[in-house]
């Protein structure tokens, strides 16, 4: 299979699916004539010009509602947001809108959108730039949520999200967008609410989504060097989430450390671990425990930064105590 950037696999689903329906269009800030401020949509104005790739004004709850519109009479609107971080100025959109009218119109109105574009941390972009917002949008019932790991799972994931009557939430890692990886040239989907095994282990379970699969994987080989079989599960999907694959790991294992870049207090890694204790208090050997983001804003200084998000050599650390071995 070719290699290919995870910016480039995003592209590739959105031009395939906007080739194959003409209601789906792009919109957001700098999506045309920019090509995309991470060039996610590079080429796209050129293919499909400038009445199915809108740019927009710096109004993130004026045109997240002119989606919202858009979708409620038929189209599939594809709403880029430069990054989470400005979702929160429409989050009444996504909140109160977006995810309520399909159930208070009794059906009558459909919601096919996906809101997608980076979130979390990425290199010096301070406080109110650094953010990892899932844990918002996950606590709210009507919004999916879609968090891919690499190439191969943006491009699946992105077209199963696109032909969803239902609003996504898309968030890409906002430092992955240059790494590379294996995708089919051919058409190929990924559905929603499927996990997967990024790597297959014995000794103890981590979880993990996003960009910290990478910190588990790393975690894992360093594991493996001492004689310690991690097995990285990576849901890919959080709302909803592939609960059957967790618990199915975490029995075999008997022990589980979930990895998240967000804030510690009601994060995902809470729900995961409550459910996790729920299912699989029998089998386990160890307390759940979870390697989060630091209780705090992000600081801009670099040094500063990495000391606030989880990473490989602290992820080592911690399996380490859930084996009785540090």
Same mark, same amino acid.
């Given at each position: *299979?070719?290699?290919?950037?995870?910016?480039?696999?995003?592209?590739?689903?959105?031009?395939?699916?906007?080739?194959?329906?003409?209601?789906?269009?792009?919109?957001?800030?700098?999506?045309?004539?920019?090509?995309?401020?991470?060039?996610? &949509?590079?080429?796209?104005?050129?293919?499909?010009?400038?009445?199915?790739?809108?740019?927009?004004?710096?109004?993130?709850?004026?045109?997240?509602?002119?989606?919202?519109? #858009?979708?409620?009479?038929?189209?599939?609107?594809?709403?880029?947001?430069?990054?989470?971080?400005?979702?929160?100025?429409?989050? !009444?959109?996504?909140?109160?809108?977006?995810?309520?009218?399909?159930?208070?119109?009794?059906?009558?109105?459909?919601?096919?959108?996906?809101?997608?574009?980076?979130?979390?941390?990425?290199? *010096?972009?301070? #406080?109110?730039?650094?953010? &990892?917002?899932?844990?918002?949008?996950?606590?709210?019932?009507?919004?999916?949520?879609? *968090?891919?790991?690499?190439?191969?799972?943006?491009?699946?994931?992105?077209? &199963? #999200?696109?032909?969803?009557?239902?609003?996504?939430?898309?968030?890409? =890692?906002?430092?992955?967008?240059?790494?590379?990886?294996?995708?089919?040239? =051919?058409?190929?989907?990924?559905?929603?609410?499927?996990?997967?095994?990024?790597?297959?282990?014995?000794?103890?379970?981590?979880?993990?989504?996003?960009?910290?699969?990478?910190?588990?994987?790393?975690?894992?080989?360093?594991?493996?060097?001492?004689?310690?079989?991690?097995?990285?599960? !990576?849901?890919?999907?959080?709302?909803?989430?592939?609960?059957?694959?967790?618990?199915? &790991?975490?029995?075999?294992?008997?022990?589980?450390?979930?990895?998240?870049?967000?804030?510690?207090?009601?994060?995902?890694?809470?729900?995961?671990?409550?459910?996790?204790?729920?299912?699989?208090?029998?089998?386990?050997? #160890?307390?759940?425990?979870?390697?989060?983001?630091?209780? *705090?804003?992000?600081?801009?200084?670099?040094?500063?930064?990495?000391?606030?998000?989880?990473?490989?050599?602290?992820?080592?650390?911690?399996?380490?105590?859930?084996?009785?071995?540090?």
């Amino acid at each position: *299979m070719p290699q290919i950037a995870f910016r480039e696999a995003l592209n590739q689903a959105m031009v395939e699916e906007m080739e194959r329906d003409d209601r789906i269009f792009l919109m957001g800030e700098e999506v045309g004539h920019y090509n995309g401020a991470y060039k996610v &949509s590079k080429g796209m104005l050129d293919k499909f010009g400038e009445r199915r790739v809108i740019d927009t004004p710096i109004a993130e709850g004026g045109f997240a509602g002119v989606g919202i519109g #858009a979708a409620m009479v038929g189209l599939r609107p594809i709403i880029e947001f430069m990054t989470w971080n400005f979702s929160l100025v429409a989050a !009444d959109q996504l909140i109160n809108n977006a995810a309520k009218i399909r159930q208070m119109s009794a059906g009558q109105f459909t919601l096919p959108i996906v809101f997608r574009g980076p979130g979390g941390s990425a290199h *010096m972009l301070a #406080a109110q730039h650094s953010q &990892s917002t899932e844990a918002l949008w996950t606590h709210i019932p009507g919004l999916k949520v879609v *968090m891919p790991a690499n190439p191969y799972d943006a491009k699946g994931l992105l077209k &199963s #999200a696109i032909r969803d009557d239902n609003p996504i939430v898309f968030i890409e =890692g906002e430092i992955t967008y240059g790494d590379m990886g294996e995708v089919p040239e =051919g058409e190929y989907l990924i559905p929603l609410g499927v996990g997967d095994i990024k790597r297959p282990g014995t000794d103890i379970t981590i979880i993990a989504w996003s960009k910290m699969v990478r910190v588990a994987l790393q975690a894992a080989e360093s594991l493996a060097t001492e004689g310690i079989q991690a097995e990285v599960v !990576d849901p890919r999907t959080l709302r909803p989430l592939d609960e059957e694959l967790i618990v199915a &790991s975490v029995k075999k294992t008997g022990r589980a450390l979930i990895l998240e870049e967000g804030w510690p207090f009601n994060n995902v890694g809470a729900e995961i671990a409550y459910r996790i204790a729920r299912r699989c208090f029998d089998d386990l050997d #160890a307390p759940v425990e979870r390697l989060s983001g630091a209780d *705090m804003p992000m600081p801009y200084n670099h040094h500063l930064e990495e000391l606030c998000v989880p990473t490989a050599p602290r992820a080592v650390v911690a399996a380490k105590k859930l084996l009785y071995l540090d």
